[in-house]
């Protein structure tokens, strides 16, 4: 999406960024922005530009914090699960 929306905007201005964009030099500055890697070759100039890539660094935070929380709550539901009768889940085997 992200990148898609880079190609358009620097085919509607020019100035939108430091050159025409291919539909790979959009993809590969959405994912420069979202592995944050940094950039250099590819940048925002105009006010319109840097609010799009603003955008997608928010929603990657948003993305990557989800991401977490699922993961957190695996772990500790797993943990939760294996102290339900008070053993560890190597001691709940029994003879």
Known sequence: ??????VVMATMSASNFD???????GLYFA?????TVGFGDITAKTEAA????TGQMVADLVILG?????VSGA????????DA???QPDQQIRR
């Open 1 to 6: 999406m992200f990148a898609s929306t880079y």
């Open 19 to 25: 050159g025409r964009l291919t539909h790979t030099d």
């Open 31 to 35: 994912v420069t922005v979202f592995s």
């Open 50 to 53: 840097r609010l799009v890539v």
């Open 66 to 70: 989800l991401a977490l929380k699922i």
């Open 75 to 82: 772990v500790s539901r797993r943990r939760q699960s294996g």
């Open 85 to 87: 009768d008070g053993a």
